[in-house]
């Protein structure tokens, strides 16, 4: 399937749409794992998608994180939640024992895709999804907690192949909570690549420039920056591929992005990355700031 065949995804993340599903390669491979503390996985020779616990042994009523991580071929990617110009989120299906509790995925920041006159957003090499799962008080020792998945992953180089399979973990159970040493540095670096909590005031406007977000603080706060990029949540808000401009004051920061063809949400929420002049990149979440009809 070549790229122009990929469709934009109009919201926050979901399901492939039936177009793209139905033309999937049978590159896409489901391989399947029943040993416990291994997980069901899809492979392919473009993607190698699994789930991993934190925990080798997690303990009634307490948490374990779970991540979904993405691996792919030199050259190919998967999309953030906004894909950008093209392309689909990764969406996951789950199937939870009574009782077990599960909190939606934590993302990380993505990056800008380009590919011709298309700007994406998504991410390369690997991508790895953070999911805390719980369990009940109630829950017997000794039984396994067995968590079932199907995820549907777009994968695209010069040309784009769907992934649907089925995911499958089986975590033992025990008085405590014991961690997986050897899996600290897959959540370490997956949590690491989180986009962190805005520590600055958040506003957002709309005027003849397009949509303006403004992060208010000190000037001292901003003074090495370089250059900035702004990751809409909903799909559409900004044209994508348009140039982004950074204004720095006595008050903040304000970034503007000329409009694209969405409806407007009545709340901005997003990803700002930051490039510092010495090469570092911090990335911030900002969500839930009212969307006025005029610059902040």
């Given at each position: 399937?070549?790229?122009?065949?990929?469709?934009?995804?109009?919201?926050?993340?979901?399901?492939?749409?039936?177009?793209?599903?139905?033309?999937?390669?049978?590159?896409?491979?489901?391989?399947?794992?029943?040993?416990?503390?291994?997980?069901?996985?899809?492979?392919?020779?473009?993607?190698?998608?699994?789930?991993?616990?934190?925990?080798?042994?997690?303990?009634?009523?307490?948490?374990?994180?779970?991540?979904?991580?993405?691996?792919?071929?030199?050259?190919?990617?998967?999309?953030?939640?906004?894909?950008?110009?093209?392309?689909?989120?990764?969406a996951v299906e789950w199937t939870?024992?009574?009782?077990?509790?599960?909190?939606?995925?934590?993302?990380?920041?993505?990056?800008?895709?380009?590919?011709?006159?298309?700007?994406?957003?998504?991410?390369?090499?690997?991508?790895?999804?953070?999911?805390?799962?719980?369990?009940?008080?109630?829950?017997?020792?000794?039984?396994?907690?067995?968590?079932?998945?199907?995820?549907?992953?777009?994968?695209?180089?010069?040309?784009?192949?769907?992934?649907?399979?089925?995911?499958?973990?089986?975590?033992?159970?025990?008085?405590?909570?014991?961690?997986?040493?050897?899996?600290?540095?897959?959540?370490?670096?997956?949590?690491?690549?989180?986009?962190?909590?805005?520590?600055?005031?958040?506003?957002?406007?709309?005027?003849?420039?397009?949509?303006?977000?403004?992060?208010?603080?000190?000037?001292?706060?901003?003074?090495?920056?370089?250059?900035?990029?702004?990751?809409?949540?909903?799909?559409?808000?900004?044209?994508?591929?348009?140039?982004?401009?950074?204004?720095?004051?006595?008050?903040?920061?304000?970034?503007?992005?000329?409009?694209g063809e969405a409806a407007l949400?009545?709340?901005?929420?997003?990803?700002?990355?930051?490039?510092?002049?010495?090469?570092?990149?911090?990335?911030?979440?900002?969500?839930?700031?009212?969307?006025?009809?005029?610059?902040?």
């Amino acid at each position: 399937m070549g790229r122009d065949a990929r469709r934009p995804s109009r919201g926050e993340g979901g399901g492939i749409t039936r177009g793209v599903r139905n033309t999937c390669l049978t590159a896409c491979l489901v391989l399947l794992s029943a040993e416990a503390g291994h997980a069901a996985s899809i492979q392919s020779e473009q993607l190698v998608a699994k789930l991993h616990a934190e925990q080798a042994v997690v303990a009634p009523g307490a948490t374990t994180s779970v991540v979904l991580h993405q691996k792919m071929a030199a050259g190919w990617h998967t999309y953030w939640q906004n894909p950008g110009d093209s392309g689909q989120a990764a969406a996951v299906e789950w199937t939870l024992p009574k009782g077990v509790k599960l909190v939606p995925a934590a993302w990380p920041a993505p990056k800008r895709i380009e590919y011709g006159p298309l700007v994406n957003y998504g991410y390369k090499d690997e991508a790895a999804l953070l999911f805390d799962v719980t369990l009940p008080a109630d829950w017997p020792v000794g039984q396994p907690l067995s968590l079932r998945a199907e995820a549907e992953i777009l994968v695209c180089e010069s040309l784009c192949i769907p992934h649907h399979g089925a995911l499958a973990i089986d975590i033992p159970t025990g008085t405590k909570n014991v961690r997986d040493a050897k899996l600290a540095a897959l959540f370490k670096k997956a949590r690491a690549r989180l986009p962190l909590p805005s520590r600055w005031p958040i506003s957002a406007g709309v005027d003849d420039n397009g949509l303006a977000v403004r992060l208010s603080g000190p000037a001292s706060d901003f003074s090495n920056i370089d250059r900035v990029y702004l990751f809409p949540l909903t799909w559409g808000l900004v044209a994508h591929g348009a140039p982004q401009r950074h204004e720095l004051n006595n008050s903040g920061l304000t970034v503007t992005v000329p409009r694209g063809e969405a409806a407007l949400p009545d709340e901005f929420s997003g990803v700002m990355t930051i490039y510092d002049k010495d090469g570092a990149a911090r990335s911030f979440k900002l969500a839930g700031a009212p969307l006025a009809t005029r610059k902040p």
